[in-house]
């Protein structure tokens, strides 16, 4: 059929995975979700994998997918009250799934999507470099114009992304903590565009090269964060390697704890080191506003390091801090640029 007319879910309690995949002559599909929590589930072995930036996806325990290649398809989507998982029972593989066939065609729109708590862990094997997961994820061909994360979202394991985004976003809140406990983990990264983007609550990232932002690809306008604290080797708190619009660090600041590590970047295993802020060539901000501390605790890293970046405008409200002797305040490098009315006295 070509028109697949309305799919409803309403208050459904599950173990196993739901899947909703378009492929072939399918065209247009309306999803309607109020009230699924998904209590166990093993989204791994499934053939269909979004592949890019090096990388392959396991699809989620919650699959929207549009495996169709046509131009004119579209799957429209509702969802609200989405739950997954348990705290230390989490659904394994990714969480929230949704994705287009490609950035141009087989498309997904994404009207509305409110979840509660969501936990999940990939179960990927240290040192795998070209698989991951997220426990919300919004992959390619995927356009959402709101989501809002009304409970955490966990994620346990190795290469799990807590939030990603390949596709587009116009506004993304999130109320309770993001919280990732796997080497080479990110709280939020960012490969497409997105408008608007606020965590209410604190991100935190525990494991060898575990990051709290990255802004690898595409950009985003407007940014709000609470506040980043990371704990382990290679954790940069946040780390800019494309143009994006204004950046809000509230109180909470960022705080890194470790020093030289290795993580995954693109399909590839980096020796990175746990600077609070790192951008990079290619990197640029227009507006940075730090209204808390920037502090890291490791030896030989930066806490405020424009590494061949641009810093148009910077707002310092709070202390640029390096609590080990090897490790420095601030450092502008390869050609980087940044405002220098507010850091001037911290540059070593």
């Known amino acids: 059929m070509e028109d697949l007319k309305s799919i409803i879910l309403n208050n459904l309690t599950i173990t196993g995975m739901v899947q909703l995949l378009t492929r072939g002559k399918n065209k247009t599909l309306t999803v309607k979700i109020n009230g699924l929590d998904i209590i166990s589930a093993d989204a791994r072995n499934y053939s269909e994998r979004p592949m890019k930036y090096g990388v392959n996806v396991y699809q989620g325990a919650l699959t929207i997918y549009n495996f169709s290649p046509k131009n004119d398809s579209e799957i429209k989507v509702y969802a609200e009250n989405i739950s997954l998982g348990r705290r230390y029972a989490p659904v394994i593989g990714s969480g929230v799934f949704i994705s287009g066939f490609n950035d141009e065609s087989g498309k997904v729109t994404i009207e509305k999507l409110i979840t509660n708590d969501i936990y999940s862990n990939g179960m990927i094997p240290t040192g795998q470099p070209n698989l991951i997961t997220g426990a919300i994820f919004i992959v390619y061909g995927a356009y959402a114009k709101e989501i809002i994360s009304s409970g955490s979202v966990t994620t346990y394991g190795t290469n799990d992304m807590v939030l990603d985004v390949w596709g587009v976003v116009d506004r993304w809140i999130t109320k309770k903590k993001i919280t990732s406990y796997g080497s080479s983990g990110i709280g939020f990264v960012n490969f497409g565009k997105v408008k608007s983007f606020k965590a209410e609550d604190v991100i935190e990232t525990y494991g060898l090269g575990a990051r709290g932002f990255n802004q690898y690809d595409g950009t985003i306008e407007n940014a709000y964060f609470k506040g980043i604290k990371t704990i382990g080797d290679g954790s940069i708190g946040m780390q800019f390697s494309k143009p994006v619009g204004k950046i809000t660090i509230q109180e909470d600041g960022v705080v890194t704890e470790g020093s030289t590590g290795e993580t995954l970047v693109k399909g590839v295993i980096k020796v990175l080191n746990a600077d609070a802020i790192n951008i990079l060539e290619g990197g640029s901000i227009e507006e940075l506003n730090i209204l808390g501390n920037l502090v890291t ?21 709070g202390k640029i801090l390096s609590k080990n002797d090897k490790s420095k305040k601030v450092v502008i490098e390869n050609n980087g640029q940044t405002d220098m009315s507010d850091i001037s006295e911290y540059i070593n």
């Open 297 to 317: 605790n490791g030896e030989e890293v930066v806490t405020y390091h424009v590494n061949g970046g641009l810093v148009k405008k910077l707002n310092l409200r």
